[in-house]
């Protein structure tokens, strides 16, 4: 089950996964325990919507210093909405002097490799395979998951790691939930090419507009690509219903910040 807990000032939501999953570390971090102010308080991690860099920075190193690991552990990727996997095997060069790449999903077999995810409404998704201890980080907004971002991260896996999709675990976490995330028929059209497009949608109170369960949207992809019903876990937290908790760019208007999700291979 996922459950609220707390490390130093850190709140965070984690899933007491069985004992074949304690190769990993991870956290869906809160908005709490930080030091921003204003509409980024307290665990802003991104300054692309007009926070400090300092406060950033210190609340980057607030989460690392709660988990006793090192800021230079956190793989920071610029999201994109887009569907690029960035595949890091032992062979794959990393330097913290290049600039981050632009996509939203990534996977790795490598230990000590925080992979992480900002989010404020869309949906974080984290994979690991316990049998070849592979994970995957995936940011999946409305338009990412209309391009199928998770099949394409679980298929990267599965072809560049040997991974079989039905030992994959999933977390799915806190992301907006259909009782807040009013959507136009532009969004309903490019989840076209979903089978099970009209479980996911359900009509809006006004003409033209649809409530969309994103997180279900993604659960559709994964069983798809053969994982098993019992394997994919999904929090159940609308970041749009609890601002106390989650920054929600919707229910601010747009002006708030990020929370941090991580996912790392002790």
């Not at 996922?2 to 991870?26: C, G, M, N, P």
């Not at 300092?54 to 956190?74: C, K, P, T, W, Y």
């Not at 992979?115 to 998704?125: E, G, S, Y």
């Not at 159940?236 to 908790?245: F, K, R, S, V, Y």
């Amino acid at each position: 089950m996922f459950r609220i807990t707390q490390k130093a000032s850190v709140k965070y939501l984690e899933y007491f996964a069985e004992k074949e999953l304690d190769f990993v570390i991870h956290a869906f971090c809160t908005r709490q325990g930080g030091v921003s102010e204003g509409s980024f308080a307290s665990l802003n991690v991104s300054a692309r919507e007009g926070d400090g860099t300092d406060q950033v920075r210190r609340n980057i190193e607030r989460i690392a210093a709660a988990f006793g690991i090192s800021v230079s552990q956190f793989l920071l990727v610029r999201q994109v909405h887009r569907d690029g996997v960035w595949v890091i095997d032992g062979e794959t060069p990393l330097s913290a002097h290049e600039p981050p790449p632009e996509l939203d999903a990534i996977v790795t077999d490598r230990p000590g490799l925080a992979l992480c995810i900002k989010t404020a409404d869309c949906v974080p998704v984290f994979l690991a395979d316990p049998v070849r201890q592979v994970i995957g980080a995936v940011h999946a907004g409305w338009k990412g998951t209309s391009l199928q971002i998770v099949e394409k991260a679980v298929r990267e896996m599965v072809q560049r790691f040997g991974v079989r999709p039905s030992d994959l675990s999933v977390f799915i976490g806190p992301a907006i939930g259909p009782c807040c995330y009013e959507v136009d028929t532009g969004v309903y059209q490019a989840m076209s090419r979903h089978p099970e497009r009209d479980s996911f949608f359900h009509a809006g109170k006004q003409d033209g507009r649809w409530m969309l369960d994103l997180s279900l949207a993604n659960r559709h992809q994964l069983l798809r690509s053969g994982l098993l019903p019992e394997h994919i876990r999904t929090a159940d937290h609308c970041t749009a219903c609890h601002p106390d908790l989650f920054f929600s760019h919707r229910a601010q208007g747009g002006n708030t910040g990020r929370q941090l999700n991580f996912i790392m291979i002790r």
